[in-house]
């Protein structure tokens, strides 16, 4: 392969030829460009045609075709005739399911909302003042870590690191303060 001949003397002439670095053509002659190769390798193929034809009757592909994608009209009749009869056996089962529910179900509520958690017991909960509780309300992005039993195991603020929630804290030694504020924020 030979170098790209580069511009002997402008402004480009630091630069290789644009046929190389593709990248620096315009958009629009990057879709041109694309779209003539697809056209290309289209046209190629389709000289291949005969060839890949002829090989497929050999191996048996013409039985394939009339058996499988293109079969007579009183099998396709009889496959969509069976199509349609299991969905219909469905819907009906749907039917019948939802009836069932709402007579047996209607007029009883089993589902109550809990009730909801005072501003007090999650302080008490993460062990936080009343001030960085406000912060953590109205902060934009938190991740609670949990473990597999569902603890909470890290409380992270955006920009804040890891540390532990302090509930979960075993010994109060290990329990990290709240982060100082920064003269920035």
Do not use: C
């Not at 009339?66 to 005739?81: H, K, N, Q, S």
């Amino acid at each position: 392969m030979t170098t790209p001949t580069l511009p002997r003397t402008g402004p480009g002439k630091d630069t290789q030829v644009i046929f190389d670095r593709p990248e620096l053509q315009a958009r629009r002659h990057r879709w041109v460009y694309s779209t003539l190769t697809l056209v290309a390798w289209m046209l190629w193929m389709y000289l291949w045609l005969p060839v890949v034809t002829l090989a497929a009757w050999y191996l048996g592909a013409r039985t394939f075709i009339r058996e499988i994608v293109i079969p007579d009209p009183r099998t396709m009749a009889t496959l969509a005739l069976g199509y349609l009869i299991v969905v219909v056996i469905l819907g009906v089962a749907l039917v019948v399911w939802s009836r069932y529910n709402l007579r047996r179900f209607r007029g009883r509520e089993r589902r109550h909302a809990s009730h909801p958690v005072s501003d007090r017991e999650m302080q008490e909960w993460f062990r936080i003042s009343p001030e960085k509780m406000e912060r953590l309300r109205w902060e934009g992005s938190l991740i609670i870590e949990h473990d597999d039993e569902g603890q909470v195991l890290a409380v992270v603020e955006s920009g804040w690191e890891v540390r532990p929630a302090p509930a979960q804290v075993r010994d109060p030694e290990d329990y990290i303060p709240e982060a100082p504020e920064t003269a920035g924020a």
